[in-house]
């Protein structure tokens, strides 16, 4: 369960700016997708289930980084 909450609690601190949004953000934001996905998969109650715009936001941030590295 701490492994869990630090995901979140890496990804809290960087939206908030108490940490800076690093490769370590990135790692936690993809684990806890892959969580969210599988979680929505579970059943109908969980599909409308969704990360908040900040979040959301920060994933964007990641795909254009991932995309710009592959250049």
Same mark, same amino acid.
């Given at each position: 369960? /701490?492994? *869990? &909450? @630090?995901?979140? /609690?890496?990804?809290?601190? &960087? $939206? %908030?700016?108490? +940490? *800076? =949004?690093?490769? /370590? %953000?990135?790692? &936690? $934001?993809?684990?806890? %997708?892959?969580? $969210?996905?599988? $979680?929505?998969?579970?059943?109908?109650?969980? &599909?409308? =289930? %969704?990360?908040?715009?900040?979040?959301?936001?920060? +994933?964007?941030?990641? @795909?254009?980084?991932?995309?710009? /590295?592959?250049?």
């Amino acid at each position: 369960m /701490q492994v *869990a &909450s @630090n995901h979140y /609690q890496i990804v809290k601190d &960087s $939206l %908030t700016g108490k +940490r *800076a =949004i690093d490769e /370590q %953000t990135f790692a &936690s $934001l993809s684990v806890l %997708t892959e969580r $969210l996905e599988r $979680l929505k998969k579970l059943g109908k109650a969980f &599909s409308e =289930i %969704t990360f908040s715009p900040a979040v959301e936001e920060l +994933r964007s941030r990641q @795909n254009t980084m991932v995309a710009g /590295q592959r250049r």
